[in-house]
């Protein structure tokens, strides 16, 4: 059984916010009954009527999209700048799993299935995410291993997965960084590097998990297969039994 709101929404007819506007204004039956009261459940046998149309699931897809610099991981931008969702060719009401800032580049996910979105996002599946830094001037050992130890961001202390240091070009004065997170909060990898007082020049999110961007050039994209999705799912099933029942 689920919310009403929450299965109009993720059928791909319009917005949770817009789901409960239809319901409170009496547009919405369940089972040829006018249903006009928020939390009201339902299952996947009731038959849901808005304006009098029967309301029809929508196929799920799911896609890798190697992100360009200059676009906004949103389904809308009230600077109007471009956003990620422009570049999909899809009837579907998509929206990306988690974000990268305008100018960061690389690997996210953008899909209409809500559920999955959540699972992927939340830091208890230790999905994680593998980023590499280009930063001003050369790192030293000490800042390497501060990195190790935990940062505080925001009254958290946040401890990366790994730290690794590619390279130091002394051409351009910058270090290349191998960082892999789960959590994913905001400005994190950024906000991890200022606070050992370097500047970050490029920052790119390599992959997801086992999902890299392989050929995957600026602003395309791909579709995930349905053997990668279930290997996604195993994942989370494998940290899950690992770390209850052991």
Not at 126 to 141: A, D, L, P, S, T
Not at 175 to 183: K, P, Y
Not at 210 to 238: A, H, M, Q, V, W
Request: proline share 2%; aromatic share 8%; glycine share 4%.
């Amino acid at each position: 059984m689920e919310r009403l709101q929450k299965v109009i929404s993720e059928s791909g007819y319009c917005s949770r916010r817009k789901a409960e506007e239809l319901i409170i204004n009496n547009k919405v039956m369940v089972n040829d009954v006018l249903v006009n009261k928020l939390g009201t459940k339902v299952n996947s046998e009731d038959i849901i009527k808005i304006d009098n149309k029967i309301l029809r699931k929508e196929d799920k897809e799911y896609y890798l999209l190697n992100k360009p610099r200059g676009t906004v991981s949103t389904t809308k931008d009230d600077k109007n700048r471009k956003t990620i969702i422009e570049l999909f060719k899809s009837s579907k009401r998509l929206y990306p799993v988690g974000r990268l800032d305008y100018d960061t580049t690389g690997a996210i996910i953008v899909t209409n299935d809500g559920d999955f979105a959540n699972m992927i996002m939340h830091p208890k599946n230790k999905i994680e995410k593998r980023y590499i830094v280009k930063v001003k001037g050369q790192i030293k050992v000490d800042s390497i291993f501060k990195l190790k130890e935990g940062v505080t961001i925001d009254n958290i202390k946040c401890i990366p997965d790994k730290v690794k240091l590619r390279k130091y070009d002394k051409e351009t004065n910058s270090s290349i960084l191998e960082i892999i997170i789960h959590e994913g909060k905001n400005h994190e990898i950024k906000k991890l590097i200022e606070n050992i007082n370097y500047e970050v020049l490029k920052l790119k999110r390599e992959s997801i998990a086992f999902l890299d961007l392989k050929n995957l050039k600026s602003g395309e994209y791909r579709k995930i297969t349905p053997k990668e999705l279930k290997k996604l799912y195993s994942l989370i099933k494998k940290w899950f039994f690992s770390n209850h029942f052991f």
